[in-house]
């Protein structure tokens, strides 16, 4: 069925056959709806699974989920190996120190930040590389050469400044002290004596073999050692619909009905997030439950593909991504 003809049969069923001009009952009001309920349906039957590209940088410990994934993470591999799923809890009493945390002092805080050496011989070689995150909570590095007893600004791209500080590195040691300091206060964080060559902890890195979910980010551990590319499969929001002859994306044309029940329901006031529809006094809501559960177990019977996999396994177990999210 097309977008057109679902928000007729939803409004048919709740008695409103034609359209206002503007705000409730109007075209884009039915539209707002058809499009809510078919993100409600991906996530609650688990109708559209998609693989999605993950980048993995190296001594970066998270990673951005993917924007469209709406309900689970079934699998992640890196090369021709699966990451496990697991929970941060779990990482901390299995693996006590796994999130890599600064121990220097005077952390910028969101500060800029310069080095500088006691002797007037370190200019140019040897030079100075700075890890940690940006102000965003991004990681972040800078090499930058030293000028001596001059300070030299540790300045990040794009008008970022410095959330925090974890390592300093010298290509070589240096004939005097080497700091590193906050600009707005002088406070030093860390300060590398002659003969050394580094300044904080270094983090442990490998490639990673498990991962958790932490809101909107995937968290590896170990922190990578390497920049890679992971792929993860899990449920795919479908792009919205907007054209009167727009067809609901990859849902099988025989489940295009619980579309319009759940728009029907949506227009009575009903919240589809209930678990318990079934069990409610609105026809709608007990077809949209019913719907779903039809849906879930045709999708059970279908063979997996490459890209869209119909066989979902839509527990709470470690690894399912939010299944609020939008």
């Not at 409103?16 to 001009?21: A, F, G, I, K, S």
């Not at 499009?35 to 990673?63: C, E, F, H, M, W």
């Not at 299995?94 to 910028?108: K, V």
């Not at 070689?125 to 001596?148: F, I, M, Q, R, S």
């Amino acid at each position: 069925m097309t977008l057109e003809q679902i928000r007729q049969l939803a409004m048919i069923a709740v008695d409103q056959p034609n359209y206002e001009t503007a705000g409730k009952w109007s075209k884009a009001w039915w539209t707002s709806l058809a499009n809510k309920v078919q993100s409600l349906l991906a996530q609650q039957a688990g109708y559209y699974v998609k693989r999605y590209p993950v980048d993995i940088v190296a001594n970066q410990q998270t990673s951005t989920l993917p924007s469209t994934l709406c309900y689970g993470i079934l699998g992640v591999t890196l090369g021709n190996q699966s990451v496990i799923a697991t929970g941060v809890p779990d990482l901390d009493e299995m693996y006590p120190g796994w999130r890599y945390q600064s121990d220097l002092p005077n952390q910028p805080g969101g500060d800029t930040l310069a080095v500088v050496s006691a002797s007037a011989s370190d200019t140019g070689e040897p030079t100075a590389t700075v890890y940690g995150l940006d102000n965003t909570g991004a990681y972040a590095t800078k090499t930058v050469e030293l000028t001596g007893t001059t300070p030299v600004a540790v300045s990040l791209a794009g008008g970022l400044t410095w959330g925090e500080v974890s390592y300093v590195v010298l290509s070589e040691a240096c004939v005097g002290a080497v700091a590193l300091s906050r600009d707005a206060d002088d406070a030093v964080i860390c300060s590398i004596a002659i003969g050394d060559t580094t300044a904080g902890t270094a983090p442990t890195t490998a490639t990673p073999r498990y991962y958790a979910i932490e809101g909107s980010s995937i968290v590896w551990y170990p922190m990578p050692d390497a920049d890679a590319s992971a792929w993860l499969r899990g449920g795919c929001t479908p792009t919205d619909l907007s054209g009167d002859s727009d067809v609901p994306q990859v849902l099988p044309a025989q489940f295009h009905y619980v579309l319009a029940d759940g728009i029907a329901a949506l227009a009575q006031g009903i919240d589809l997030s209930d678990q318990n529809l079934a069990t409610r006094g609105n026809n709608y809501a007990q077809m949209w439950a019913s719907g779903v559960n039809s849906l879930k177990a045709y999708i059970n019977s279908q063979q997996f593909d490459r890209e869209y996999s119909m066989g979902v396994d839509n527990s709470q177990y470690y690894g399912l991504y939010n299944q609020g999210r939008r």
